[in-house]
Nanobody, 120 residues
Framework: QVQLVESGGGLVQAGGSLRLSCAGT????????IGWYRQAPRKEREMVAQ???????????NYADFAKGRFTISRDNTKKEVYLQMNSLKPEDTGVYYC??????????WGQGTQVTVSS
């Protein structure tokens, strides 16, 4: 099973950018689809972006409506990392961001996540 650790969060002003990283372990990293999810205070966890297995070139990607045009998901299998480039950040993007191997299963475990705070 792939283990994933998120990093790259922080405090940024509205309109700013952050790049989140999801570092994986295991020889099967490249064969795992990966998703970014987020959870805002007092809200349910929601999907942000997903990327299929294999390399970024030709990969299938999927974005939540709020992420389209602002966020970009990519992966570097040589580094065993998946990235989430977030531009034009808004205060409503504040939350804890998680990466997870897909598809979600009953036994899926969530990591610590990385906190993103966007100030107005």
């Amino acid at each position: 099973q792939v283990q994933l650790v998120e990093s790259g969060g922080g405090l940024v002003q509205a309109g700013g950018s952050l790049r989140l990283s999801c570092a994986g372990t295991g020889s099967k990293f490249s064969s795992n689809a990966i998703g970014w999810y987020r959870q805002a205070p007092r809200k349910e966890r929601e999907m942000v972006a997903q990327i299929s297995s294999g390399g970024t070139d030709g990969a299938n990607v999927n974005y939540a409506d709020f992420a389209k045009g602002r966020f970009t998901i990519s992966r570097d299998n040589t580094k065993k990392e998946v990235y989430l480039q977030m531009n034009s950040l808004k205060p409503e993007d504040t939350g804890v961001y998680y990466c997870v191997s897909l598809p979600l299963r009953a036994e899926t475990t969530w990591g610590q996540g990385t906190q993103v705070t966007v100030s107005s």
